[in-house]
T-cell receptor, first 113, second 112 residues
Framework: SQQGEEDPQALSIQEGENATMNCSYK?????LQWYRQNSGRGLVHLIL?????REKHSGRLRVTLDTSKKSSSLLITASRAADTASYFC?????????????FGAGTRLTVKP | EPEVTQTPSHQVTQMGQEVILRCVPI?????FYWYRQILGQKVEFLVS????????KSEIFDDQFSVERPDGSNFTLKIRSTKLEDSAMYFC??????????FGPGTRLTVL
């Protein structure tokens, strides 16, 4: 299965602390993406990292990718209460007329004010 | 900024009834997808659609499910005879490039 698996399943931190979430996967990929989902709402695309990239930044987000270990991490720095949400990694593998996207089970992040 | 839209936002139906979930993908996108997310679980791929035909479908997408692009803008998911376990959030997505799929806000389907 290509599906990503996140850990931890749940993470609770204080506002201002950093939050790190990890994702592991099983097959080769073309890119890996992180999404955020507020409870009962839609998926918001956060960041995409390609298989030939090792690190990427976007605002308070930092994503790393280690293709040799088939793993990625998402770091949110200086967390805020508004960052409380579930975070999912999604692996993408290109195919003929398709890009095969598979999601992990997610990490539920709670940031306490 | 263009976005994927879905209607309705919430659909309640009786077991055994047919439902049609509607999506309007971003206008220049060529690839379309349906996913579902049972409450508290991961987002699961259902089906992908390109050039007016299914490209790929998962084991979940059995004969009770069908997709259609009836005109140049809508992309629909039909569930012929709903079951209790079909209760979930259904997301539509579309893309034009090779990488990023753009997701709609979802339709919450409740089967009673």
């Amino acid at each position: 299965s290509q599906q990503g698996e996140e850990d931890p399943q749940a993470l609770s931190i204080q506002e201002g602390e950093n939050a790190t979430m990890n994702c592991s996967y099983k097959t080769s990929i073309n890119n890996l993406q992180w999404y955020r989902q507020n409870s009962g709402r839609g998926l918001v695309h956060l960041i995409l990292i390609r298989s030939n990239e090792r690190e990427k930044h976007s605002g308070r987000l930092r994503v790393t990718l280690d293709t040799s270990k088939k793993s990625s991490s998402l770091l949110i720095t200086a967390s805020r209460a508004a960052d409380t949400a579930s975070y999912f990694c999604a692996t993408v593998r290109w195919g003929y007329n398709n890009n095969d996207m598979r999601f992990g089970a997610g990490t539920r992040l709670t940031v306490k004010p | 900024e263009p976005e994927v839209t879905q209607t309705p936002s919430h659909q309640v139906t009786q077991m055994g009834q047919e439902v049609i979930l509607r999506c309007v993908p971003i206008s220049n996108h060529l690839y379309f997808y349906w996913y579902r997310q049972i409450l508290g679980q991961k987002v699961e791929f259902l089906v992908s659609f390109y050039n007016n035909e299914i490209s790929e479908k998962s084991e979940i997408f059995d004969d009770q499910f069908s997709v259609e692009r009836p005109d140049g803008s809508n992309f629909t998911l039909k569930i012929r005879s709903t079951k209790l376990e079909d209760s979930a959030m259904y997301f539509c997505a579309s893309r034009v490039g090779p990488d990023t799929q753009y997701f709609g806000p979802g339709t919450r389907l409740t089967v009673l």
